[in-house]
């Protein structure tokens, strides 16, 4: 029997290859390290994320929450 916390990600996954989750633009918050950024890709089940520093990093799905539904033009 799967838990709870595998059947939340593979929901979440399914969620993000239906483009329902995440989209360029959104601003998100890292749940692991606190980083801060707006997405600039999202693939299957990761977001490359930019931080206003100018920093990229990658991140699952499983570990980004949306800072708020505000979207922002990349440049």
Do not use: C
């Amino acid at each position: 029997m799967k838990d709870f916390k595998k059947l939340r990600e593979e929901a979440l996954r399914q969620q993000q290859r239906q483009h329902e989750v995440f989209k360029e633009g959104d601003s998100v918050m890292s749940s692991r390290n606190g980083e801060k950024g707006t997405i600039h890709r999202v693939g299957g089940n990761y977001a490359i994320v930019i931080t206003e520093d100018g920093e990229m990093f990658r991140e699952w799905i499983k570990n980004i929450r949306t800072i708020n539904n505000t979207r922002r033009t990349l440049p």
